[in-house]
């Protein structure tokens, strides 16, 4: 039984190219929550999504950052115009059900140059 | 003030002590418990799940939650160098429409243990 994936496990941008992170959940689970982990800290709340709906997005910068789950494929967390403070590793954790147990993937780690 | 405080340490200690690894929280919302251990460039991995109050072991593990002093703990017996990581603490509860699950973390405890 695959555990979560994540894709690509490091990303390379330059300031305003647009970044793209991949996250497919455990079998089974249609619960999906991204988190970001800055140098140094612990991991922040970005989002969470069920198949075709956002539930929860009060961790997500205003602006540039968007995320999506569709009905078939991975759930997609979308940088726009990065710049150099987006670098972090982001983490997508899946789970059978709300408030159920998470499980992580091995992180995508984005360096913006 | 941080909702979840987590001293990061680094913790370094002799092969077969006793580690001690605590967080403290502020919202008496949060009503489920968990320890995740991450080893470095990996994500994060589960250790244990607790609900509410008490206390919850599993082999070398125990885990400690004082609802009343909003503070939980980790206890790790016989530690072992390969149990070398960063320990996060992490929380959630309800919320005004249900239990979304997100989790809210501490800063992260950086364990070293010398063989």
């Known amino acids: 039984n695959a555990g979560v994936m994540q894709n690509p496990r490091h990303l390379v941008r330059r300031r305003g190219q647009e970044a793209r992170l991949r996250c497919s959940p455990m079998?089974?689970?249609?619960?999906v929550y991204w988190y970001r982990q800055l140098p140094e800290e612990g991991l922040k709340f970005m989002v969470y999504?069920?198949?075709?709906?956002?539930?929860?997005e009060s961790g997500m910068p205003k602006e540039r950052f968007s995320a999506e789950f569709p009905k078939e494929g991975p759930s997609i967390l979308r940088i726009q115009q990065v710049v150099r403070g987006d670098s972090a590793a982001y983490f997508c954790?899946?789970?059978?059900?709300?408030?159920?147990?998470?499980?992580f993937g091995p992180g995508t780690r984005l360096l913006v140059l | 003030q941080k909702e979840v405080e987590q001293d990061p340490g680094p913790l370094s200690v002799p092969e077969g002590a006793i580690v001690s690894l605590n967080c403290t929280y502020s919202?008496?919302?949060?009503?489920?418990f968990m320890w995740y251990r991450q080893y470095s460039r990996k994500g994060p991995e589960l250790l244990m799940y607790?609900?509410?109050?008490g206390n919850k072991e599993d082999g070398r593990f125990t885990a400690q939650v004082d609802k009343s002093s909003k503070y939980i703990s980790l206890f790790i017996r016989d530690s072992q160098p390969s149990d070398s990581a960063t320990y996060l603490c992490?929380?959630?509860?309800?919320?005004?429409?249900?239990?979304?699950?997100?989790?809210?973390f501490g800063q992260g405890t950086t364990l070293q243990v010398k063989p």
């Open positions: 919202n008496s919302a949060f009503q489920y």
């Open positions: 607790t609900y509410s109050s």
């Open positions: 992490a929380m959630s509860g309800l919320s005004g429409s249900g239990n979304t699950g997100k989790l809210i």
């Open positions: 999504l069920q198949k075709e709906n956002i539930i929860d």
């Open positions: 079998k089974g689970h249609s619960h």
């Open positions: 954790a899946s789970s059978p059900g709300p408030g159920e147990t998470q499980y």
